[in-house]
């Protein structure tokens, strides 16, 4: 865990694109702004600067962003858009390129899936998370990044797939209880139990529903109930995915 200061929150790192993770620091909350319709991700980022000017926060106070693809990336074309993704938030002073070969900072939690129906036809921002002072008494505030079915590493994500092409009840039950024990991780990690979650979200096109009470119900990890999305995670290959916040407030933008 690290502590990204500037911006108020602390942080998992990850990938370079974005991180496990987020939670506000003490005098810190976090809230997520969602946009009433899928804008393209250019759009938003102007909209964001914009917003965080008008409330008086500084762009690195921007800590978390859901996407929405048209379609799943292969490995090649996901690296293409992550790195055109993170030069905004290298001009926001946010990530970090260091200059020892592959080392980088990038605080920034995200979720980027594809909706199988009514999806973008380009890549867009479907909400936002920043922070704004909060009394002491502030409630836990955090958002987890999504978190697909594949182990991490640098080798190709079909040799890191979990079950990889295994959507029969057994697969996905593989896959799911893998992405849930990341959670689990991760929550630990930045000091929370799942008891802290009001908000937890799985992104699908296949019938999970029958796996949901051995996965979730029973190992008490479902006191908030499940949001399903049908849509897919976004890299070829990837079947389930989940994210998960915990009292973060929500406005309309």
Known sequence: MAVFKEGGYRYL???????????????FQLVQARFKSVLPIQEAFIYIEQHLNKIGRPLNAFAHCELRSPKQFDDQGFIAFNRK?????????????QTQEGSF????ART??????????EVG???FAYTVPAGPDASASFILAGGGDAKSGPEPYRERIVAYGDTSNAGLKIKMEFVVNEMHQRLESLGFHWSDVISAQAYSVHNIGGLVEEVFAKSGRMHCGINWYFARPPVSGLEFE?????????IFV
């Open 13 to 27: 790192p990850s990938v370079f694109q974005y991180s496990a993770g987020v939670a506000a620091e003490p005098g």
């Open 105 to 108: 900072i990038n605080p920034v």
């Open 125 to 127: 921002m479907y909400s």
């Open 112 to 121: 980027n899936v594809c909706p199988e129906y009514f999806g973008p036809t």
């Open 85 to 97: 993704y993170v030069t905004t938030l290298e001009k926001w002073g946010i990530y970090q390129a």
């Open 242 to 250: 989940m994210d998960l916040r915990g009292s973060v407030n929500q």
